[in-house]
């Protein structure tokens, strides 16, 4: 069974940074990217970034761009995004997902699986 967990979020003042990360288990192969989405409270779910598994490949929204950084350690099986100079729009539930689609996008309904989501809050 696939098994997607989140964590690292928290409470941050603006221009501050956190390090999410998310552990994957359950499987092996055949999934082509492991992406980032975030959802604030009345708004739809955004796609944040992604990593493609085969050439590991990136991609980020533009909110993010130049801020985020996502990487993936492979023996660890653990993909991370990277949170700098934070800003009180960040403040979302941030969740990770996997893909079995190709091409891989930034699209939450082209994901398969997704973790149960850590809250960020960006606040002074």
Partial sequence: QVQ????GGGLVQPG?????????????LGYHGIGWF?????KERE????????????????SVKGR?????DNVKN????????LKPE???VYLCAITYSL???LTPVMYDYWGQGTQVTVSS
Wanted: net charge neutral.
């Fill in 90 to 92: 960040d403040t979302a």
């Fill in 68 to 72: 985020f950084t996502i990487s993936r």
């Fill in 103 to 105: 091409p891989v996008a």
């Fill in 47 to 62: 796609g944040v970034s992604f990593i493609k598994t085969s050439d590991g490949r990136t991609e980020y929204a533009d």
């Fill in 16 to 28: 501050g940074s956190l390090r999410l990360s998310c552990a994957a288990s359950g499987f092996t």
């Fill in 38 to 42: 975030r959802q604030a409270p009345g």
């Fill in 78 to 85: 653990t993909v991370y995004l990277q949170m700098n100079s």
């Fill in 4 to 7: 997607l967990v989140e964590s």
